[in-house]
């Protein structure tokens, strides 16, 4: 796996919070870092080269739905995701897992995998570690999840450690035909809100990390006290000498809580989310833009932002927008949105570099939440 290393840079000496390189084929990954989702090969609403000009790093995007639509096979034609959807920085494919799960009474798991309906026309399919293996092959990603099972938040533990133990036995199967040396696999933690399943979920899937591990089944509805303890738990026990990944996490809070105990990568659907609802995160905290408030108000969403949106638009211009249902909006909060987490995760990273950590995080809630955290 020579395409692949990780170099921890510097570790803050009082947060212990790490920046570091993760070094990939399709180039470099300073981390910590936030990473916009793609779900269906395409950030909503943004080209490529807009993601590109902000300071995208890497992107995700969703197996569960590129199964789905176009088909991963059509995607393996067209030369891998990269060339289908015109990104040539490094991209992750998660496993499809979450979503199936998700699906509720549209699917039934055993042992071989999961059999779901189509959310889509109500088709019968079936995922297996095998088969999501051969899918995240088609789609070509640079990194690729192990599938798993996502136990739901408030199950009883005998449940979570089915489904725990379960996740090690897939893993095992991923690892056995991904023999593929230009993607790197990331074997995934669980044990739902349990420390001892988890402790004992990280000590199993470390083994099967070459370089790089991924932590689910969190920010999943549980209270924040209860993730930070699951992260503080495992700390411990998470290797040194690759990165680190939060799966779904992207609010500024769980970021930064993340970074602190020494989480390097993070993702989530929040930022187009939020955008396409008119909400902005700022530097004062949240922006309700299509609030009555901001009717004539001309000054920037975020005056120390120096995204596309804050240099060239007011508040009452994204206002009128986003009444309108114009599809300008949702570009503008999302180019914004996108780069203040991008920015988050680069100011945190200059801020460990100068073991200053704690001290960046403090001033961020004290404005954020306006000295309420």
């Known amino acids: 796996m020579a395409q692949f290393s990780y170099e921890l840079i510097h570790t803050d000496k009082h947060t212990g919070a790490r920046a570091g390189i993760f070094h990939t084929p399709h180039g470099d990954i300073e981390t910590p870092i936030f990473m916009p989702v793609g779900t269906c090969a395409t950030v909503k609403s943004l080209l490529p080269s807009t993601l590109e000009e902000i300071g995208t790093q890497i992107l995700l995007s969703n197996t569960y739905h590129l199964y789905l639509r176009p088909g991963s096979e059509i995607v393996a034609q067209a030369g891998g995701l ?47 570690p095998e088969s999501v293996m051969k899918t995240e092959h088609d789609l070509g990603a640079d990194i690729i999840m192990a599938f798993d099972e996502c136990s739901p938040y408030g199950c009883d533990k005998n449940y979570a450690k089915h489904a725990m133990i379960r996740t090690h036995n897939w893993l095992d199967r991923c690892a056995k035909v991904h023999q593929n040396g230009s993607q790197m696999l990331f074997p995934i933690v669980q ?11 990280v000590k199993f899937v470390r083994d099967y990390a070459e370089c790089g591990i991924a932590v689910g089944g969190l920010s999943v509805g549980e209270p924040s006290e209860v993730m930070y303890k699951m992260m503080d738990d495992i700390r411990p026990y998470l290797p040194e000498n690759m990165p680190r990944y939060l799966m779904g996490v992207g609010t500024p809070d769980y970021i930064l809580e993340g970074i602190e105990r020494g989480i390097d990568m993070f993702d989530c659907v929040l930022p187009t989310r939020i955008a396409r609802n008119g909400t902005a995160l700022t530097s004062h905290g949240k922006v309700v833009v299509r609030n009555g408030i901001y009717k004539q108000d001309f000054s920037p969403l ?35 949105n996108i780069t203040f987490l991008l920015k988050l995760a680069e100011g945190a990273r200059q801020a460990i570099k100068n073991d200053n950590f704690a001290q960046f995080k403090q001033n961020f809630y004290a404005n954020y939440y306006n000295n309420e955290k």
């Open 82 to 128: 990269h060339k289908f959807m015109h990104w040539q920085r490094p991209i992750l494919t998660d496993s499809g897992g979450f979503q199936v799960f998700s699906l509720g009474k549209l699917r039934k798991i055993t042992d071989e995998g999961v059999t779901f309906s189509s959310h889509i026309d109500g088709s019968k399919h079936i995922f297996t």
């Open 191 to 201: 044990g739902n809100m349990f420390s001892d399943l988890r402790v004992e979920s």
């Open 302 to 336: 975020d005056n120390e932002c120096d995204c596309y949106c804050c240099r060239n638009f007011s508040k009452a211009y994204l206002r009128h927008l986003v009444n309108c249902k114009e599809i300008l909006s949702a570009e503008l909060l999302s180019i914004h």
